[in-house]
């Protein structure tokens, strides 16, 4: 595809309920992020790959979360037990070598509402 | 003390103003700066890098401090259009040797009429 993509664009989850957020990035990127963006405030930083290695998920919130890129292509991140305060857009980017891996290019995220 | 800090705003200007926005880092290893346009309920996009030397495009200018740890961005000429929110982002090595680019919490910027 032309851009990132993320899928569902809205799930809601009830408390404890796991949940599954895609994210498929565009062709070739090597590099692939994952962000929590609360309302008001700006995307926080989950974890990072470059292609399917995962070398920083220093800001996984717990151990709730997971993520991976077993094919270095698409990504899920994994939400169990899901907690009220897990609600928020989750944001997908990727970036590739030619624009130094520091070029973002954003999906439209997924927001999560969890009751 | 948050990574990047920024005056979350609101600004309102008139069509027409100039105004800007500053922003300051902690890391002082930090290696590349940027600035990021959010427009509501949109995803983030590049706005512009920032380098040492300033650099200018268009009605944007951004402009780097690195013994002051501070960024700016100035905007001429406000247009309706520009009313947005502006991310402040910082990338320094993390965990592992990759890019860890950090956001700020963003500025929002409303322009009148």
């Known amino acids: 595809g032309a851009g990132v993509s993320q899928s569902p664009r809205y799930k809601v989850a009830k408390r404890g309920q796991d949940v599954a957020l895609r994210c498929d990035p565009i062709?070739?990127?090597?590099?692939l992020f994952w962000y929590q963006q609360a309302l008001g405030q700006g995307p926080e930083f989950l974890t990072y790959f470059q292609n399917e290695a995962q070398l920083d998920k220093s800001g996984l919130p717990s151990d709730r979360f997971f993520a991976e890129r077993p094919e270095g292509s698409v990504s899920t991140l994994k939400i169990q037990r899901t907690q009220q305060e897990d609600s928020a857009v989750y944001l997908c980017?990727?970036?590739?070598?030619?624009?130094?891996?520091?070029?973002?290019?954003f999906g439209s995220g997924t927001q999560l509402s969890v009751l | 003390r948050k990574e990047v800090e920024q005056d979350p705003g609101p600004f309102n200007v008139p069509e027409g103003a100039t105004v800007a926005f500053n922003c300051t880092y902690s890391?002082?290893?930090?290696?590349?700066f940027f600035w990021y346009r959010q427009d509501c309920r949109k995803e983030p996009k590049l706005l512009m890098s920032?380098?040492?030397s300033g650099n200018e495009d268009g009605r944007f200018t951004a402009q780097l401090n690195r013994a002051s740890q501070y960024i700016s961005l100035l905007i001429r000429d406000s247009k309706l259009s520009d009313s947005a929110t502006y991310l402040c982002v910082v990338n320094a090595l993390g965990a592992g040797g990759g890019n860890k680019l950090t956001f700020g919490t963003g500025t929002q910027l409303k322009v009148e009429l």
């Open positions: 890391n002082s290893a930090s290696q590349s």
């Open positions: 920032v380098y040492s």
């Open positions: 980017a990727s970036s590739s070598l030619r624009d130094s891996y520091e070029k973002l290019f």
């Open positions: 062709s070739g990127h090597v590099s």
